[in-house]
């Protein structure tokens, strides 16, 4: 059910200003910023060759993570990303064995263009997990 690692998601309180660290570090491909409304922030990708960092910042102040940043006022990691082959059955598969899913539980269209899902941390040991649709 579990496929391979997407990314992982970084919360700041500037997406582009931490991935052009990584760009000029590291010498990742950056990507564009992207605001995604839905989810309440702006993403802009760190592309590396195994996997990708996502950077995320709040859009707006009723945004998801506007919390965490105000916890953690210099960022820090927020959720990983698998991808799954089927979102549904994965999520009814994580249901009966006991997981939460946040939200009402249906799909939404994440960054890069799939359905995707996010796990209560309680139940994955206190890391937040995003679910996508591969």
Do not use: W
């Not at 702006?42 to 709040?58: G, M």
């Amino acid at each position: 059910m579990l496929g391979r690692l997407n990314h992982v998601a970084i919360a700041t309180k500037d997406a582009v200003k931490a991935a052009k660290i990584y760009g000029a570090a590291f010498g990742a491909q950056i990507s564009e910023a992207v605001p995604l409304p839905e989810h309440g922030v702006t993403t802009v990708f760190a592309t590396l060759p195994n996997t990708k960092i996502e950077f995320i910042e709040p859009l707006g102040e009723a945004s998801p993570i506007a919390k965490f940043i105000e916890r953690n006022p210099d960022g820090g990691i927020h959720h990983v990303c698998y991808e799954v082959v089927d979102i549904i059955a994965s999520r009814d598969t994580l249901v009966r064995e006991g997981a939460r899913v946040l939200g009402d539980g249906v799909p939404k269209i994440g960054a890069h263009g799939k359905p995707v899902l996010f796990l209560h941390p309680k139940d994955f040991s206190g890391a937040l997990v995003e679910i996508e649709q591969a």
